[in-house]
Nanobody, 124 residues
Framework: QVQVVESGGGLVQAGGSLKLSCAAS????????MAWFRQVPGKERELVAA????????DYTDSVKGRFTISRDNAKNTMYLQMNSLKPEDTAVYYC?????????????????WGQGTQVTVSS
């Protein structure tokens, strides 16, 4: 089992920044692919960004490219999402997720472990 816990959400004005953290514990989580998903009411959970175990491979949804940066510190078993130039449309509950392999990283159903989510609200 791997446990993941998000933190860092909150309320910010458009154009501002937030940094989310995801702390992992349990099985050797430093070998896991990790990702950030987000969800708004009435819509499916969508991938925001993913990172492989070494940090050598990352991917982002088009709407956040150039604004968000995913990273991880395996020594601290922690993943991060630096969010800059935030827009009202970034408002959502953000979830941290983990899976053993990079293959299939974009599909939410591929992930075995999920956090409880952290709310990010961007005001206009």
């Amino acid at each position: 089992q791997v446990q993941v816990v998000e933190s860092g959400g909150g309320l910010v004005q458009a154009g501002g920044s937030l940094k989310l953290s995801c702390a992992a514990s349990g099985r050797p989580s430093d070998r896991y692919t990790m990702a950030w998903f987000r969800q708004v009411p009435g819509k499916e959970r969508e991938l925001v960004a993913a990172i492989n175990w070494s940090g050598g491979s990352t991917d982002y949804t088009d709407s956040v490219k150039g604004r968000f940066t995913i990273s991880r510190d395996n020594a601290k078993n922690t993943m991060y999402l630096q969010m800059n130039s935030l827009k009202p449309e970034d408002t959502a509950v953000y979830y941290c997720a983990a899976k053993p392999a990079w293959k299939g990283y974009s599909g939410s159903k591929q992930y075995d472990y999920w956090g409880q989510g952290t709310q990010v609200t961007v005001s206009s």
